[in-house]
């Protein structure tokens, strides 16, 4: 008797990921996400004159902070909730967890990335383009993508939509606010004085503080290498683009596995 050939690693990425994107083609919330980003690549049209080459970068960088990373987390979020009726049968299938959840975590990374891309739209139309601009929408890319990914992980643990909602709610503010709120309090102590690789470091693992910075070393040059403020930090000055990068991957890749570690749960459960 013949044995049952199961499919490969990648036919089953495949199919997830065409689901994926089948599925948020009926979601309504993807469509509020990409009107959003829309809007918010708008914004640099207010500046008046010349200077729009210079002020996009403030604008999209803003619009990040404080609405296109929490519009991708919830994303995310919505998008491990939406697997809920069917969960059992998924996971239940031969090939396992992992080859599911790659195509799925892809897709959803590609989308959000993707939609990103239509911040730069309206200020290359109106001749800003820049490589400035590039390097903020490439951010803003990546910065979305790995918040989303966050947002899938969060759902694949916590199965209530409204616990999941004031979780995300949650990381996106400590994100944001917490780290930052944190450092502030703490940068005048004689610890942090004696220790500032220590400090800086807290701050250049965030990957919303660290986009942040990033856009000020490279757009504005506003570093502030010429201030005894440890080695860590010069390195940072020269290599702003480079680490940012580096944080966002190992941020989606660490997502991706306690979204794996917790849909395993789920499976066992």
Not at 214 to 223: G, I, S
Request: net charge neutral; hydrophobic share 60%; charged share 10%.
């Amino acid at each position: 008797m013949n044995a049952v050939r199961l499919p490969s690693f990648f036919a089953v990425a495949g199919a997830a990921a065409g689901r994926e994107w089948l599925s948020h083609r009926l979601n309504r919330f993807f469509y509020a996400h990409v009107a959003l980003v829309s809007a918010a690549g708008l914004l640099p049209l207010l500046t008046p004159g010349e200077a729009l080459v210079s002020g996009a970068a403030w604008w999209l960088l803003h619009a990040v902070l404080y609405a296109l990373s929490l519009s991708s987390l919830l994303l995310g979020l919505s998008s491990a909730h939406a697997e809920a009726e069917e969960f059992a049968w998924l996971l239940g299938q031969p090939v396992g967890v992992a080859p599911w959840l790659a195509g799925k975590a892809a897709a959803l990374a590609a989308m959000v990335a993707g939609a990103s891309l239509l911040l730069a739209a309206p200020v290359v139309v109106a001749g800003g383009a820049s490589s400035a601009l590039a390097l903020t929408v490439a951010g803003a890319a990546g910065v979305s993508a790995t918040c989303a990914l966050a947002g899938l992980a969060l759902g694949f643990w916590i199965r209530d939509s409204v616990r999941g909602l004031m979780a995300a709610l949650g990381l996106w503010f400590l994100l944001l606010f917490g780290v930052d709120l944190l450092l502030l309090a703490t940068a005048g102590s004689p610890f942090a004085q004696q220790r500032p690789d220590l400090w800086v470091g807290s701050l250049m693992a965030s990957p919303l503080d660290a986009y942040r910075v990033t856009v000020l070393f490279t757009v504005e040059r506003a570093a502030f290498s010429g201030i005894n403020a440890g080695a860590l930090t010069t390195w940072w000055v020269g290599h702003a683009p480079a680490w940012l990068a580096a944080l966002l991957g190992t941020w989606g890749a660490g997502s991706v596995a306690m979204a794996w570690l917790g849909a395993s749960r789920r499976m066992e459960g």
